[in-house]
């Protein structure tokens, strides 16, 4: 999640964030413990790493947990430092989601609040040096690669939305083709190891690293998951940890995939209300009509595709301009914009996509693309029934029409050349008290019924703040909300996690 999120729009397309369920409890590989890595030697950032103030140096960490005096990959890692020696608590490791986003960068951002909504206050940039890292596979860490060719990356890592049991046939061709292209890369010998949990032991390493004898954490989306395992493998090394817009316990997996239909159909009255109230467009002056108008517009490109436009891409558009209130001039703009009962002067070229968010890879990313499919296929054991996609594509397409037909579609994860090499991670309460959890009630990516399991799961654990909000993404990367951020900032700074789980209303 770049700019907040952890969507990537390609494009007509859209790279999300999110990751696996939880099965059985894993500990992790056991093995002797590899020697502490030296200390990083700071120094100038990637040239592509443009913010001031950044610092950037290079962890080695082993490639397999379990053989740790074997083959190591680099994780680059970048830091933003505390300027006030007398407030600093310690370090805070960000996250912006994924998988696959890189983030040297996002320390800068937090600060500098590149989205317009809000910026990391002073007193939290005053009490840690913050942070940063490429997760393993991606950026500027050993990177990964599937060969993707330009219209791959395009199409992004969503399966496309499903009209029918033939579109799910002719998706799992699409999929096989990118499973035998990782299977086939030149980063293929990293496969069973570009996961979830070996991240999260990375950071583990990159604590050690920094000579810290804990560390804080604040993930969104995807983010949520790599922070939620961390903690459950380390809990006694877990300061002050933030998840934000979580997924379920399991991460990105087929049922995370699966809950965008919900999601979307949850989130879009948002959307509809406000386009309702603009005047000067032709959606409609109600919501019903403007929901009726995208149905309409839906079904157009789903008989009647366009180079550059059909009702997959239509509904991947949308998806992303749903992320965030911000973004709903835009989504009017799109609209009416596809509209082909407009006049011409109304509407944009079919092929051309909304304004971007900053979340963006098109053509020329195939990073992170890839590192997505190695995380989330390496993740988790993927269901491999045809019949079964094509089952729940028409259960979810009748049950969430506006997009479950393609969070329920076969991706490549269920052709992927390797199995899991552990367990997944369990995500249980045993450990201290730490986990503070920020959720809004009406999130498209990381709804608020996956978000509960993963409270369930932490028990005592955790608190939760869930905000009468939608959108994707709380703490300023979310719409402003003064009960929610300074539930946050209290944590941070001065370790204020609420007595009970807590409701911020809307502002």
Known sequence: MRTVLSLALAAMAVVSATAGVAEAAAPGPQAPSPPSPPSPQWGACPADVTKPGLQCATVQVPLDYRQPDGRKIAVAISRLASQNPEKRRGV????????????????????????????????????????????????????????????????????????NAADVVKQSGA????????????????????????????????????????????????????????????????????????????????????????????????????????????????????????????????????????GAAFRLVSLSLLYNDKAFPRMVNFLVGVDPSQPPSAQAPKSAAPEQTGDAPAAGNDNIISSYFYVTCGDSSWPTSLPGYQLNVAVDRALYPMFGAAGSNVGTCAYWPSKPVEPKVRITGRGPTDVLMMQNLRDPATPLAGALQTRVAFGNRARMVTVDGGGHGVYLVGQPNTCASDAVTGYLVEGRLPVHDKFCAAQ
């Not at 910026?119 to 997760?135: A, E, H």
């Not at 993930?219 to 380390?234: D, M, P, R």
């Not at 149905?295 to 180079?307: C, G, I, S, T």
């Open 92 to 163: 805070l490791l960000v996250n912006q989601g994924g998988p696959g986003e890189t983030g040297l960068q996002w320390p800068a951002d937090l600060r500098d609040g590149p989205t317009g909504t809000a910026k990391l206050p002073q007193s939290v940039l005053d009490s840690y040096d913050i942070i940063g890292f490429d997760p393993r596979g991606v950026g500027h860490s050993t990177p990964v690669t599937c060969n993707l060719t330009p219209e791959q990356q395009v199409k992004g890592n969503i399966p496309p939305y499903a009209r």
């Open 175 to 310: 999929a096989q083709a990118i499973a035998r292209q990782c299977a086939t890369s030149s980063s293929a010998w990293m496969l069973p190891y570009v996961t979830t949990a070996n991240t999260a032991r990375d950071m583990d390493r990159i604590r050690e690293a920094l000579g810290e004898p804990k560390i804080s954490y604040d993930g969104y989306s995807y983010g949520t998951y790599l922070g939620a395992v961390y903690t459950t493998l380390f809990p006694q090394r877990s300061d002050r940890i933030i998840l934000d817009s979580s997924l379920g316990p399991g991460g990105l997996d087929y049922d995370a995939l699966r809950r965008f239909g919900p999601g979307f159909q949850q989130r879009f009255p948002d959307f509809a209300k406000y386009a309702a109230a603009q005047p000067g467009h032709p959606l409609g002056s109600t919501p019903a009509q403007v929901t009726a108008k995208f149905n309409q517009l839906a079904e157009l490109y789903d008989r009647n595709p366009v180079p550059g436009l059909d």
